[in-house]
């Protein structure tokens, strides 16, 4: 049996469902989902073989219109993902229209178009008569390789995507082990875990003005892993709320990355979490360097 690979970029406006794809599609939690834009930062590959074929798939942030240095350094690391991939995914909502999406954005797929499968997300919360206009829209605008319909939620037609992906598969050889699932350091991936739960558990600009760094992950005699972590937020009197009234917010926060950092390891985890401010943390170079942006 011969073995093949194929590169798979997934990008979209933020909120279109990528991460839960991402998710669905490896079987293991390694991206953020949450309801609210931006959450993903930098990209995370994840990995999954069917039959031969060893699909390499690398979660882009949300496509919006960058203002900060740190917003533009994720969209440039985005576009330079999908000059080098062999097929992009392009997921969209399907409550949305052509008209709403960045016009920017709009001109980089034009380019692309060739390598792209339109995929259409949401399907069950749209009429299907609309949804149909919609897809003629699209492919009216743009040569797409493909379109297709689906729920990343519920799993409903990702398999026939990812069929028709593999046919497109290409080289004699794998890229990676055939059990790893993914590239990013687990220590990272535990970083974006708890980050997520900020989002969910916090409001208003905390999540947007914090980062999680797992400082140690220590291997214990008990089979057991401790993880030390630090919040560091970018006001002062953030840390008080992400501390919560007697220490209960960090304890909920820590409690739900916890289990999911025990779901992905399959082994009991000790998570202790520290809350720093750390002024500018995101004008700082090193932080761009350990999530894999380019600071200049």
């Not at 490896?26 to 991206?31: N, R």
């Not at 690391?77 to 909502?93: F, K, M």
């Not at 999406?101 to 399907?123: A, H, P």
């Not at 350091?185 to 409001?203: D, G, N, Q, V």
């Amino acid at each position: 049996m011969n073995k093949k690979n194929i590169t798979i970029g997934i990008i979209g406006p933020t909120n279109s469902g990528k991460s839960t794809l991402l998710n669905n599609i490896i079987g293991e939690k390694l991206a953020i989902v949450t309801h609210k834009s931006q959450t993903t930062r930098s990209a995370f590959k994840g990995i999954k073989i069917i039959d031969n074929t060893q699909m390499i798939f690398i979660d882009t942030p949300g496509i919006f219109d960058a203002k900060t240095k740190f917003e533009k350094a994720m969209l440039e690391n985005a576009y330079i993902i999908l000059n080098d991939v062999d097929l992009i995914y392009l997921l969209i909502d399907c409550k949305k229209s052509i008209n709403d999406l960045d016009v920017n954005f709009l001109k980089s797929i034009k380019i692309l178009e060739e390598k792209i499968f339109l995929i259409l997300n949401k399907i069950d919360l749209i009429d299907r008569e609309l949804l149909l206009l919609k897809v003629k829209d699209f492919n009216d605008r743009y040569n797409f390789k493909e379109t297709f319909l689906i729920s990343a939620k519920s799993g409903d037609g990702v398999k026939d995507l990812l069929e028709k992906s593999t046919e497109l598969s290409n080289s004699d050889y794998w890229l990676y082990p055939e059990d790893q699932t993914a590239d990013t350091p687990m220590a990272r991936i535990a970083s974006e875990i708890t980050r997520e739960k900020i989002f969910l558990f916090l409001h208003e600009e905390i999540p947007y003005l914090s980062t999680v760094e797992t400082e140690d992950w220590i291997k214990n005699k008990s089979r057991s892993i401790t993880i030390n972590q630090t919040i560091y937020v970018g006001k002062k009197n953030h840390v008080g709320i992400v501390l919560g009234k007697a220490g209960k917010m960090i304890k909920s926060i820590g409690m739900a990355s916890r289990i999911d950092i025990e779901k992905i390891l399959n082994q009991k985890v000790n998570l202790k979490i520290n809350v720093k401010y750390k002024k500018d943390w995101s004008n700082k170079k090193e932080h761009y360097e350990d999530i894999g942006l380019n600071f200049n």
